[in-house]
């Protein structure tokens, strides 16, 4: 079992949608929450960064960190076709330095439809 | 703003050749990460390193290894090439601030473009 759950979708939604993307991880060592949005053949991109349990909003995007439940989502609100692409979300374990390698869960497929 | 650098973005090799990719990390950042991200997979961490030291290491072949120089840009090198090493390479970068136990600076990980390998 992996240590981070993602849904793979793909998830298919109508322009001006609110999306719903989520994440459960198993491992409670995790501390530190990231978001990232890839296109096709690109790198990763980074969204959002939340540590402490409670929502983090940016713009359009709102982070959410739940820890007694070991569970992560990302809100769009207003979605719109660029933001069709794959959402990524990662997570490490530690602040020091030898240990903030990232564990990704396996991506959402998003495609917002005009 | 400047962002990470990856070179080549793409490198076609044959089995049991070599490779090596380079990373530029954003100007000022101290710690380089590099990943591995087969098709249809996520990226899955190699190593790390921090003001030129391996800080981290992950799912590494023993057939990679890697280093950091001086101005901060990192090498990643690959001998004896499996098919299997077909995939995309991404360098994330990041400042993390120089305090006692290494236990400061900041998490967020920013990714470069990315070298496509395929081994043939």
């Known amino acids: 079992q992996k240590e981070v759950e993602q849904d793979p979708g793909p998830l298919s939604v109508p322009e001006g949608a609110i999306v719903s993307l989520n994440c459960t991880y198993s491992?409670?060592?995790?501390?530190?929450f990231m978001w990232y949005r890839q296109y096709s053949r690109k790198g990763p991109e980074l969204l959002m960064y939340?540590?402490?349990?409670g929502n983090k909003e940016d713009g359009r995007f709102t982070a959410q960190v739940d820890k007694s439940s070991k569970y992560i989502s990302l809100f769009i609100r207003d979605s719109q076709p660029s933001d069709s692409a794959t959402y990524l979300c990662a997570m490490s374990r530690s602040p020091y330095t030898g240990r903030r390698a990232l564990t990704f869960g396996s991506g959402t497929r998003l495609q917002v439809q005009p | 703003a400047a962002g990470v650098i990856q070179s080549p973005r793409h490198l076609i090799k044959e089995k049991r050749e070599t490779a090596t990719l380079k990373c530029y990390p954003i100007p000022r950042h101290d710690t380089v990460y590099w990943y591995q991200q087969g098709p249809g997979q996520d990226p899955q961490f190699l190593i790390s390193?921090?003001?030129?030291?391996?800080?981290d290491k992950g799912s590494i072949p023993d057939r990679f290894s890697a280093q950091q120089f001086s101005d901060y840009h990192s090498e990643l090198n690959m001998s004896s090439l499996e098919l299997g090493d077909s995939a995309l390479y991404f360098c994330?970068?990041?400042?993390?601030?120089?305090?006692?136990?290494?236990?400061?600076?900041?998490?967020?990980?920013?990714f470069g473009p990315g070298t496509r390998l395929t081994v043939t």
């Open positions: 939340t540590y402490s349990s």
């Open positions: 491992n409670s060592a995790f501390q530190y």
């Open positions: 390193f921090y003001e030129k030291m391996q800080s």
């Open positions: 994330a970068s990041s400042l993390v601030a120089s305090t006692r136990g290494g236990a400061g600076g900041s998490y967020e990980q920013y």
